[in-house]
């Protein structure tokens, strides 16, 4: 091979083109001679076309195609910058991403270019806590809203878990025996506590087949009110409100309780287990 230095000719009709010339000159100088030796023996079977650089056993990418291909893609449908290209790489956003294309997701859109839940399976789904919660009456706002990334929803034969920890149904000592105790009162006392948002409220409302037979009623008869405390609204009237499922006339509902009133034993907060 020549040491020569590299002098532009026709086929390097752009950068991207010579970028990839000399990231494969830089990866062949690095390759060891039985590496090297096992892709021509692949290349003369027939195993890799021409131009295809093997990443693994199980994928390959041909950077003179499928790059090209998708940058393409790209620019057609607008929108996309590095820093998107990049949030797409990380973490677990390709999974979602193939997981759709094979038909085994759902895409819930929202106006806040994110997704607030994706179906991963029948019995799971991955709930985006950071998105912006839905408003649930003209003039809401949001107050509070609590929860970082995505987590995974799974239901099980006994219950719900969220990132495998179960969700509980959460009661106040000043909640039982009869007693209540004021909503700003109980707002206090979930500080630091692992409370659920209203993002999943949401999922589980739109999935109903995941929310546990249990949630119904308590061993009494009586219907549960579950709160999602993770998310707090105001109204224009500067009071406070948060949401809760609740399972009435055969179907569940999603409604307000206004952080004025009471709170009784058929209230529970929906926490996850910390341990």
Known sequence: MSNLPFRPSKKFLTIRHFLLWRKSRAWAKDESKAKIKQRIDKFQKGQVKEGE??????FTFSSAGLVHDIEMAMDRVGGWNSALAKKLASGDNLLFVR???????????IKEDAFRWIALNQTTIAVNLAATPKLPFDG???????????????????????????????????????????GHDLREELTGKPVLNANILDALYENPHLIPEDWKTDADGNIRYIFFWGTIYRSSGDDLYVRYLCFRDGVWDRRCGWLGDDWGGYSPAAVSASN
């Not at 997981?99 to 859109?109: C, I, N, T």
């Open 53 to 58: 650089q093997v990443m693994s056993d199980k």
């Open 99 to 109: 997981e759709f294309l094979l038909g085994q997701a759902q895409f819930k859109s």
């Open 140 to 182: 809401a706002k949001v107050e509070q809203h609590t929860g970082e990334g995505w987590v995974i929803i799974e239901k099980r034969a006994d219950g719900l878990y969220i990132n495998g920890r179960k969700v509980t149904l959460h009661l106040s000592k000043r909640q039982m025996g009869g007693k209540a105790i004021g």
